[in-house]
T-cell receptor, first 111, second 112 residues
Framework: DAKTTQPPSMDCAEGRAANLPCNHS???????VYWYRQIHSQGPQYIIH?????ETNEMASLIITEDRKSSTLILPHATLRDTAVYYC????????????WGAGTKLIIKP | NAGVTQTPKFQVLKTGQSMTLQCAQD?????MYWYRQDPGMGLRLIYY???????DKGEVPNGYNVSRLNKREFSLRLESAAPSQTSVYFC???????????FGDGTRLSIL
């Protein structure tokens, strides 16, 4: 079973920051948080990952709470092309570190 | 730069038929993976290969076999297809095991 909880859907206005929450209350100390997205029916696309520090790259920022029980993916200036399903995944130690995928959040960017 | 290439893109099989899904990557990645995705769900790992010459079972390996032919290629075989194997199959590759993965565009497989 997935170790993360995400809202099934969210809306965001074009040009605004999209903040996607993820709860992972049972995460253990050496388990990473990964974010991927899947646009329409294409293959998933890697976005970002982190352990306990906040991370930023050209696509997004990842904010992980100090207790590591939740995180937020931030798309700073959402465009219509960011409409996708976003998956928050914990790399699970007791599954040999495999990625266990949940159903994700359907993010719709509105003009 | 093609990335991860999967063939075929679509396939319809009859129950009991066999087929092999092909995957090739041109990024010199060590690790390769096969996933399936059923409607409205996330991906489930079928098999993975940490490096050339090694393969291991994932979450849902029953009914499948794999071959890591060389560093570039990782194939998935269905020996006797069943309707429950109707799904979209994704191949992925990455530099390190369980690190960031690059995905192909998928093979849409229907078994009647």
């Amino acid at each position: 079973d997935a170790k993360t909880t995400q809202p099934p859907s969210m809306d965001c206005a074009e040009g605004r920051a999209a903040n996607l929450p993820c709860n992972h209350s049972t995460i253990s100390g050496n388990e990473y948080v990964y974010w991927y997205r899947q646009i329409h029916s294409q293959g998933p696309q890697y976005i970002i990952h982190g352990l306990k520090n906040n991370e930023t790259n050209e696509m997004a920022s990842l904010i992980i709470t100090e207790d590591r029980k939740s995180s937020t993916l931030i798309l700073p200036h959402a465009t219509l092309r960011d409409t996708a399903v976003y998956y928050c995944i914990v790399r699970v130690e007791d599954s040999n570190y495999q990625l266990i995928w949940g159903a994700g959040t359907k993010l719709i960017i509105k003009p | 730069n093609a990335g991860v290439t999967q063939t075929p893109k679509f396939q319809v099989l009859k129950t009991g038929q066999s087929m092999t899904l092909q995957c090739a990557q041109d990024m010199n990645h060590n690790s390769m993976y096969w996933y399936r995705q059923d409607p409205g769900m996330g991906l489930r790992l079928i098999y993975y290969s940490a490096s050339e010459g090694t393969t291991d079972k994932g979450e849902v390996p029953n009914g499948y076999n794999v071959s890591r032919l060389n560093k570039r290629e990782f194939s998935l075989r269905l020996e006797s297809a069943a309707p429950s194997q109707t799904s979209v199959y994704f191949c992925a590759s990455g530099t390190g095991l369980w690190g960031p993965q690059h995905f192909g565009d998928g093979t849409r497989l229907s078994i009647l």
